[in-house]
Nanobody
Framework: QIQLAESGGGLVQAGGSLRLSCAASGRTFSSYTMGWFRQAPGKEREFVAAINWSVGKAYYADSVKDRFTISRDNAKNTVSLEMNSLKPEDSAVYYC???????????????????WGQGTQVTVSS
């Protein structure tokens, strides 16, 4: 079982940037697909981005494409989400997630991940 802990959330003005990090425990981190999701009050958990074990493949939700970048460091057991040009609608609790599978259909959902962090709040002011 892999354990995940997010950090880096906070308050930022629209147009600004934030970098979220997720630290993972476990010796097989490099074999996991890692993902980021977000959940705003009253809304369902929404897929943001995923990156596979080899670092060579990443997938993004249309709403964040060209603004967010997911990356991972297998030597440090970390995955990051660089968020630029932030908008008020990006405000949510952001969750790190992990699973051993990769969704080759790219119709990502929470069902694709079996391990989750506790979340970190991101608030974008207008």
């Amino acid at each position: 079982q892999i354990q995940l802990a997010e950090s880096g959330g906070g308050l930022v003005q629209a147009g600004g940037s934030l970098r979220l990090s997720c630290a993972a425990s476990g010796r097989t981190f490099s074999s996991y697909t890692m993902g980021w999701f977000r959940q705003a009050p009253g809304k369902e958990r929404e897929f943001v981005a995923a990156i596979n074990w080899s670092v060579g493949k990443a997938y993004y939700a249309d709403s964040v494409k060209d603004r967010f970048t997911i990356s991972r460091d297998n030597a440090k057991n970390t995955v990051s989400l660089e968020m630029n040009s932030l908008k008020p609608e990006d405000s949510a609790v952001y969750y790190c997630a992990a699973d051993t599978r990769w969704n080759w259909n790219n119709n990502w959902g929470a069902r694709d991940f079996g391990s989750w962090g506790q979340g970190t709040q991101v608030t974008v002011s207008s």
